[in-house]
């Protein structure tokens, strides 16, 4: 059974940082790329970033580059996303995700991407966990 566990949301102010984590299990998580998206209330899914299989491919979108990171420990099954200068508008679920198969491996394709759904384009995904960026 293949199973994405999200943790390390939490309230933080602004300016603050923070690491989100997703424990993986259930499948060949080395062959996989991975990804983290988010959904803010009452919007529309946005992705944020993709890390290859090996790590050497990492994409961002343009609200979080330059303040995220996302990484990943293929020994433990752990994807990471380091997230520094959080803003108020970042407050959103979080979630690590498998693309479906057509949509490829992570390449720069995915930044402008019109994505939809986490249930459209997506493959396998957590439960997510909440972020709350406020003073």
């Known amino acids: 059974e293949v199973q994405l566990v999200e943790s390390g949301g939490e309230l933080v102010q602004p300016g603050g940082r923070l690491r989100l984590s997703c424990k993986a299990s259930?499948?060949?998580?080395?062959?996989?790329?991975m990804n983290w998206v988010r959904q803010a209330p009452g919007k529309g899914l946005e992705w944020l970033a993709c890390i290859g299989g090996g790590s050497v491919w990492k994409y961002y979108a343009d609200s979080v580059n330059g303040r995220f990171t996302i990484s990943r420990n293929n020994g433990l099954n752990t994807l990471y996303l380091q997230m520094d200068s959080l803003k108020t508008e970042d407050t959103a679920v979080y979630y690590c995700a498998t693309v479906q198969g057509h949509l490829g491996g992570c390449s720069s394709n995915f930044i402008t991407r019109k994505w939809g759904s986490l249930t459209s384009d997506f493959l396998w995904w957590g439960q997510g966990t909440q972020v709350t960026v406020s003073s």
């Open positions: 259930g499948f060949a998580f080395n062959s996989y790329t």
